[in-house]
């Protein structure tokens, strides 16, 4: 239980990092946006070969496009203690990217442990996996 807690404080740090230095964030944004799209794709990519239903994953590709909240899909797939661990370091660019918005980085929590309790309960990484390939694919090509 204490790894889905911190894997929801990368964000925080993120978020303090970004308010200490707001004079490099200018430079380092391509950086950051990069770090995110590559965890993206590795926490997307894994949570697909954990569990792989082809179903779940078009669904998940359409729920990606029209729902962009990679902390709900998160919860769904935080089980595994490697995913949780991604999730953090994924928190620090994503934190830092939205430092002006603290409003969303605790929205977050509450998607994440609403989802949290349905991935408890089902195996939907799948579903989880391609909805965060969704959101990479349509912030990469900004659709």
Same mark, same amino acid.
């Given at each position: 239980?204490?790894?889905?807690i911190i894997?929801l404080? =990368?964000? +925080?740090?993120? +978020?303090i990092?970004?308010?200490? !230095?707001k004079?490099e964030?200018?430079e380092?944004?391509?950086y950051f946006?990069? !770090?995110?799209?590559i965890?993206?794709?590795? #926490? =997307?990519i894994?949570?697909?070969? &954990?569990?792989f239903?082809i179903?779940l994953? *078009? &669904?998940g590709?359409?729920?990606g %496009?029209? *729902?962009?909240?990679?902390y709900?899909?998160?919860? @769904? #797939?935080s089980?595994a203690i490697?995913i949780a661990?991604?999730i953090f370091?994924?928190g620090?660019?994503?934190g !830092?990217?939205?430092?002006?918005? @603290?409003?969303?980085?605790?929205f977050?929590? #509450?998607?994440? #442990? %609403?989802? %949290?309790?349905i991935g408890?309960?089902?195996?939907l +990484?799948?579903?989880a =996996? =391609?909805?965060?390939?969704?959101i990479?694919?349509?912030n990469?090509f900004k659709l």
């Open positions: 239980m204490v790894f889905y894997s404080l =990368g964000q +925080y740090i993120g +978020y990092l970004a308010s200490k !230095t004079e964030l200018k380092g944004e391509k946006k990069l !770090t995110f799209s965890l993206l794709l590795i #926490i =997307g894994y949570s697909l070969i &954990i569990s239903n179903i994953l *078009i &669904i590709l359409i729920l %496009f029209l *729902i962009r909240k990679e709900l899909y998160f919860g @769904l #797939i089980n490697f661990s991604l370091i994924f620090l660019p994503y !830092t990217l939205k430092y002006k918005k @603290l409003k969303e980085l605790n977050n929590i #509450i998607l994440f #442990i %609403f989802s %949290f309790a408890y309960f089902f195996n +990484y799948s579903l =996996g =391609g909805a965060l390939l969704g990479l694919v349509k990469l």
